[in-house]
């Protein structure tokens, strides 16, 4: 049912599902949500990787879902390492989303060794100027400051839920969470290094997800990344935006299926 694990000056709330049928098939994988919901937004995934024989570990960010907002400094990469210390995990099959992405890539650069392969959907990264519209960030403070909730998870929706149904229910509730996250990790989250020039150092199993109707400056990000990374296999999906599990999740099952063979082979 998920419990607390310690992390510097805080806690995070940790779900390990075990696998379907006793032990797990290869090394475990851990799942790291986007910034725009919490560790529900892979809820539609679940069931598809426990009954593949997988053992699937996820977890909410700080202020995300049932984390607690920070109260100190702190990096996503050193949470994430904590929550691997906690399970003692020495090599695991890392996959994240947008935020969960953007980790996940400052893991595998910095402690290779404990990474089996490389998940990226829709993925940020540090270090890559074109991604943070100077429009975007100013309307988000605008409606904010104006104490518009409705209408700050309608701008997202518009931005980053292009492809979903209308109303687009699962999308709106999992934004609604996610916004106070916004505000109460800003000060306190510090970033990683200019990721993003070092992508070629990788080398592992990696594939990366991209969403032909998410953000142009997402599209253009993702392209490059995958350039850049060696022998990353890169999947174009014509009806995803930036909530790939949400519009897609069988093809998302089948993408960390087919990277947890590859890491095992």
């Not at 310690?6 to 851990?30: H, I, L, M, S, T």
């Not at 969403?211 to 060696?230: S, T």
Request: aromatic content about 6%.
């Amino acid at each position: 049912m998920g419990h607390m694990v310690q992390v510097k000056g805080g806690e995070v709330w940790v779900d390990d599902a075990a696998a379907d049928g006793g032990a797990a098939a290869g090394p475990p994988v851990v799942l790291l949500h986007s910034g725009i919901g919490d560790s529900r937004l892979w809820d539609p995934v679940l069931p598809g990787l426990a009954a593949g024989g997988l053992r699937v570990i996820r977890y909410d960010a700080r202020g995300f879902g049932r984390s607690p907002a920070p109260t100190v400094s702190y990096t996503q990469l050193d949470d994430l390492r904590s929550v691997l210390d906690h399970f003692e995990l020495t090599r695991v099959v890392l996959v994240g989303s947008s935020m969960g992405g953007r980790t996940a890539i400052d893991l595998a650069l910095s402690d290779p060794g404990r990474m089996a392969a490389l998940g990226l959907l829709v993925p940020g990264v540090n270090g890559y100027d074109g991604l943070e519209s100077a429009k975007v960030t100013e309307e988000i403070g605008r409606l904010a400051t104006a104490g518009d909730t409705d209408g700050l998870v309608a701008f997202a929706l518009r931005l980053w839920g292009a492809a979903g149904p209308d109303p687009d229910t699962e999308a709106e509730h999992l934004l609604r969470a996610a916004i106070p996250a916004w505000f109460t990790t800003y000060g306190h989250e510090t970033e990683g290094g200019r990721a993003f020039d070092r992508l070629g150092e990788l080398d592992l199993p990696c594939t990366l997800l991209l969403g032909e109707r998410d953000q142009p400056e997402v599209i253009r990000c993702n392209e490059a990344m995958a350039a850049r990374i060696p022998g990353c296999r890169l999947v174009r999906h014509p009806d995803c935006d930036h909530f790939p599990t949400l519009r897609a999740p069988r093809d998302v099952v089948r993408l960390v299926t087919e990277l947890c063979e590859r890491a095992s082979a």
